[in-house]
């Protein structure tokens, strides 16, 4: 699905340039077509499916937008240089090899520093949401019950449906990963409410 995306909104003109507009404006601040193009070939943003695929690439970068701005009045530690470096070969190879990541660079106007900040950007942004929201959150055992009930295809043993008492441990895992998702989606909603956004 992402390399459909990239694909239909990389329209080429005379001297193989990539046309560009701004497609919003987070606080003053623009974001760009060719910025979402490059967010979503890098997986920096996930654009769900089953909606218009450019409108929900837009907004899932202006989040993104503004969880920098959070980021940056309230930084957590600077990532370690050998995760940094990690995270830019993750990044490049989600491109593809040397000679498509030379080309992506190219055509995106791009320098290897900006991949690099690219990568340093969602390192920080992880750490702050591990920091501000835990990296597990407590869930009730009625929550992790309830978990269990509305996703019995996850909960199957050799075709058979598990026992709650052997499903649990990672009912209770998948519950604190849904609870946590649901606490950022909100807290992203409140930022949007405050943010003055244009679109």
């Given at each position: 699905?992402?390399?459909?995306?990239?694909?239909?909104?990389?329209?080429?003109?005379?001297?193989?340039?990539?046309?560009?507009?701004?497609?919003?404006?987070?606080?003053?601040?623009?974001?760009?077509?060719?910025?979402?193009?490059?967010?979503?070939?890098?997986?920096?943003?996930?654009?769900?499916?089953?909606?218009?695929?450019?409108?929900?690439?837009?907004?899932?970068?202006?989040?993104?937008?503004?969880?920098?701005?959070?980021?940056?009045?309230?930084?957590?530690?600077?990532?370690?240089?050998?995760?940094?470096?990690?995270?830019?070969?993750?990044?490049?190879?989600?491109?593809?090899?040397?000679?498509?990541?030379?080309?992506?660079?190219?055509?995106?106007?791009?320098?290897?520093?900006?991949?690099?900040?690219?990568a340093r950007e969602n390192l920080r942004i992880q750490a702050y949401l591990n920091q501000r929201f835990g990296t597990t959150v407590y869930v009730t055992e009625e929550e992790v019950a309830q978990y269990y009930s509305d996703h019995p295809d996850?909960?199957?043993?050799?075709?058979?449906?598990?026992?709650?008492?052997?499903?649990?441990?990672?009912?209770?895992?998948?519950?604190?990963?849904?609870?946590?998702?649901?606490?950022?989606?909100?807290?992203?909603?409140?930022?949007?409410?405050?943010?003055?956004?244009?679109?």
């Amino acid at each position: 699905m992402v390399g459909f995306i990239f694909a239909a909104w990389v329209p080429l003109v005379q001297g193989q340039e990539l046309l560009d507009r701004v497609v919003a404006q987070v606080n003053g601040d623009s974001i760009t077509l060719s910025e979402v193009r490059v967010a979503v070939r890098l997986a920096l943003i996930e654009v769900p499916s089953d909606v218009d695929p450019v409108s929900a690439a837009v907004r899932a970068l202006i989040n993104r937008h503004l969880m920098v701005i959070e980021v940056d009045r309230f930084p957590p530690i600077e990532p370690e240089l050998y995760l940094l470096e990690r995270e830019v070969d993750r990044l490049r190879t989600t491109v593809g090899n040397s000679l498509d990541v030379e080309e992506f660079i190219r055509l995106n106007g791009l320098t290897g520093t900006e991949i690099y900040e690219l990568a340093r950007e969602n390192l920080r942004i992880q750490a702050y949401l591990n920091q501000r929201f835990g990296t597990t959150v407590y869930v009730t055992e009625e929550e992790v019950a309830q978990y269990y009930s509305d996703h019995p295809d996850e909960f199957q043993r050799d075709g058979e449906p598990m026992t709650f008492a052997d499903a649990a441990p990672v009912a209770r895992e998948r519950a604190s990963v849904v609870r946590r998702q649901t606490t950022i989606e909100q807290w992203l909603r409140d930022l949007r409410d405050r943010a003055d956004i244009k679109q």
